[in-house]
């Protein structure tokens, strides 16, 4: 079946950019997303992006595809404590469910 | 702003007992899915529905069953709770936003506790 794979932690220092990456298997997935849950709190949206891009800017965030090789980036820049959280990949498969990652848990170093 | 919420944040009940978790959104959206969220395994989905009175199966509906009646509300049961059980469970509700992008939006979550 379909699958979603990311790395569970990444530390970076505040002011240096942060790089989640992400790895999934269905290739006729349209869309993709990253979704942001802050301690004690459900999952937020973050952005999104279309299969036929291959990247997506939005202030500090940058989406990069790789169709290809079915990556999918996500990179923050000018990491701030309060990016401190799990991200989450997801991947809308065939049926219009939505596949997930099982989150990478970034922490900001002063 | 879209509003989904969740009956209770925490919740806490013996093994045997009958639970209900609740979930109701103020968007009119068709789909609403239940997941539960443990450590190292993500999301996983529970069951999901498309309609009133419609429900599928996800990756993990053994012990549980849930219910819609109305539109906005999609309900969770566990039948008998059992200790494997303890999660957190998350509620989504699905729209096409702009630009038919599927944006999926989450209730704030129920940590439940079986002992």
């Known amino acids: 079946g379909e699958d979603v794979e990311q790395s569970l932690f990444l530390s970076v220092r505040e002011g240096d950019s942060s790089v989640i990456n992400c790895t999934y298997t269905d290739s006729s997935s349209t869309y993709l997303y990253w979704y942001k849950q802050e301690p004690g709190a459900g999952l937020q949206l973050l952005t999104y992006?279309?299969?036929?891009?291959d990247m997506k800017q939005d202030q500090r965030l940058t989406v990069l595809l790789n169709k290809k090789d079915k990556h999918l980036s996500l990179r923050i820049a000018d990491t701030q404590t309060g990016d401190s959280a799990i991200y989450f990949c997801?991947?809308?498969?065939?049926?219009?469910?939505?596949?997930f990652g099982k989150g990478t848990r970034l922490h900001i170093l002063p | 702003d879209v509003k989904v919420t969740q009956s209770s944040r925490y919740l806490v009940k013996r093994t045997g007992e009958k639970v209900f978790l609740e979930c109701v959104q103020d968007?009119?959206?068709?789909?609403m899915f239940w997941y539960r969220q443990d450590p190292g395994l993500g999301l996983r989905l529970i069951y999901f529905?498309?309609?009133?009175?419609?429900?599928e199966k996800g990756d993990i509906p053994e012990g549980y069953s849930v219910s819609r009646e109305k539109k906005e509300r999609f309900s969770l049961i566990l039948e008998s709770a059992s200790t494997n059980q303890t999660s957190m469970y998350l509620c989504?509700?699905?729209?096409?936003?702009?630009?038919?992008?599927?944006?999926?939006?989450f209730g704030p979550g129920t940590r439940l506790t079986v002992t």
């Open positions: 997801a991947e809308m498969d065939r049926d219009d469910k939505i596949i």
């Open positions: 529905s498309y309609d009133v009175k419609m429900k």
């Open positions: 992006i279309f299969s036929n891009m």
């Open positions: 989504a509700s699905t729209t096409t936003g702009l630009a038919g992008v599927y944006e999926q939006y």
């Open positions: 968007m009119d959206h068709e789909n």
